[in-house]
């Protein structure tokens, strides 16, 4: 009955590759977020998906498209990796009804690229 | 954007001691949440805490919006407790999006 649950939890891979990191949720939320965490712990918001409608893209390059099929899901695409791109990225939900807006996150990804 | 900024950004503690974390923002606060990040690199929520006071356990929060700051005490330290301590806070009151502190690192030595 994980909440928001994120697969793979590990991927290594080599640069240039293409590669998709999964994450979905069972609160019923009607939002959902891809943070990223880089090697000094400090974590940045990359995107915010509302009912399956992008709302917050934060100056990430365009080799990275979230996806999001139902407001249950919402899966991240990065293109043509780069040695940058090794980081934690996690995957958060939040209810935003009114003014309640409490996040949960998911385990994170911790991504490599060689 | 808001700003936020937590302090100290490292606390080494001896079991058993006490401890306040602090978290202060450049605007006014909502949605404000306290987050534990463990050795495993879980992001744990402890408080969602727009205002007043919560206790759970040996950890309280208070949330005084007006000064715009949080406070986080942690009571009986144990080895467990150790990891970074996040706060966060939505830009604006409906944004998708918030902004999250560089963290206090914790380490409570048995």
């Known amino acids: 009955d994980t909440a928001v649950s994120q697969t793979p939890k590990y991927l290594v891979t080599q640069m240039g590759n293409d590669k998709s990191i999964k994450c979905e949720q069972n609160?019923?939320?009607?939002?959902m977020y891809w943070y990223k965490q880089d090697s000094k712990k400090f974590l940045k918001i990359m995107f915010s998906?509302?009912?399956?409608?992008?709302?917050i893209n934060e100056t990430v390059p365009n080799r990275f498209s979230p996806k999001s099929p139902d407001k249950a899901h919402l899966n991240l695409h990065i293109n043509s990796l780069e040695l940058g791109d090794s980081a934690v990225y996690f995957c958060?939900?939040?209810?935003?009804?009114?003014?309640?807006?409490?996040?949960?996150f998911g385990p994170g990804t911790r991504l490599t690229v060689l | 954007g808001i700003q936020v900024e937590q302090s100290p950004p490292d606390l080494i503690l001896q079991e058993g001691a006490n401890s306040t974390l602090r978290c202060n923002f450049s605007?006014?606060?909502?949605?404000l949440q306290w987050f534990h990040q463990n050795p495993w690199g879980q992001l744990i929520n402890l408080f969602y805490?727009?205002?007043g006071t919560k206790q759970n356990g040996r950890l309280s929060a208070t949330t005084v919006a007006t000064e715009r700051y949080s406070l986080l005490y942690i009571s009986s330290s144990q080895t467990t407790d150790s990891g970074v301590y996040f706060c966060?806070?939505?830009?604006?009151?409906?944004?998708?999006?918030?902004?999250f502190g560089d963290g206090t690192t914790l380490t409570v030595k048995p």
């Open positions: 958060a939900s939040s209810p935003r009804v009114a003014s309640y807006n409490e996040q949960f």
């Open positions: 609160l019923g939320h009607d939002t």
């Open positions: 998906y509302n009912n399956k409608e992008l709302i």
């Open positions: 605007d006014s606060v909502n949605n």
């Open positions: 805490i727009p205002s």
């Open positions: 966060s806070q939505p830009c604006t009151p409906n944004a998708g999006k918030s902004t």
